[in-house]
């Protein structure tokens, strides 16, 4: 079998496990939903604060937190069932293996900012941003890729420890700050300004940047974070 024939056996496994029990979706949706609500009321009393310079920072904290949520859940239930011995196994390259989850949990993560970015719009953005839709796609897109590689490896290092639910937020949000700075400032740039390609450039070089850096590392080690 091919890599490119086990990344999607690996993939399809992954996604058809979570469409049959949908635990990890609907908990992570419901946490985004819940945290923008209470975003909402503390942060709107008056009707006449102007909170659209604070909504990158809200929407990216939010992401990261249901993040962190989905990949306790995802990890532990591979590891509880023993499907990753399993996975071992097989004749599978590990960075395979590595690239099939971190591309699962990217699917997991767009479809909840799928359900979430319009209700978040809704609440917090009073300007249109028609013209700015694509810039936003690219930063969204930029920033996941970062947070589910970095996340991935990350808690896959710490799956196996006793207090994994612990350690995974202490090693992995220290790492996500400089990913969460840039993409916090590029979206707030383009609901309360506006933005072009140009304005932001630095920052999109930035977030590519990490996403390759972490990409890198993967392939790099891996095979002995897995195999820990």
């Known amino acids: 079998m091919t890599g490119w024939r086990q990344f999607m056996a690996i993939l399809r496994k992954d996604l ?33 604060v102007d909170l659209t310079y604070f909504t990158g920072g809200m929407l990216w904290v939010t992401f990261i937190f249901a993040m962190l949520l989905g990949l306790n859940r995802s990890f532990a ?58 810039l936003f796609v690219v930063v969204l897109l930029l920033a996941d890729v970062g947070i589910c590689a970095l996340g991935t490896l990350l808690a896959t290092i710490s799956m196996n420890t006793r207090s994994r639910d612990l350690l995974l937020p202490i090693i992995f949000l220290p790492l996500i700050v400089p990913l969460l700075i840039a993409a916090t400032a590029a979206t707030t740039t383009i609901f309360a300004t506006g933005a072009s390609f140009g304005v932001l450039g630095t920052r999109l070089l930035f977030l590519l940047g990490f996403d390759a850096v972490f990409m890198v590392a993967a392939y790099g080690t891996y095979d002995f974070a897995i195999g820990e």
């Open 77 to 134: 239930q591979e590891q509880d069932e023993r499907c990753l011995d399993g996975l071992l196994l097989c004749p599978v390259d590990r960075v395979t293996i590595f690239f099939a989850k971190t591309a699962g949990n990217l699917i997991f993560l767009l479809i909840i900012q799928v359900v979430a970015v319009p209700v978040f719009t809704l609440f917090f953005v009073h300007r249109g941003y028609g013209s700015d839709i694509v």
């Open 16 to 48: 058809i496990r979570e469409l049959r029990t949908r635990e990890m979706i609907i908990s992570m949706i419901l946490f985004v939903l819940l945290a923008m609500v209470i975003f909402h009321y503390a942060f709107g009393v008056k009707e006449d």
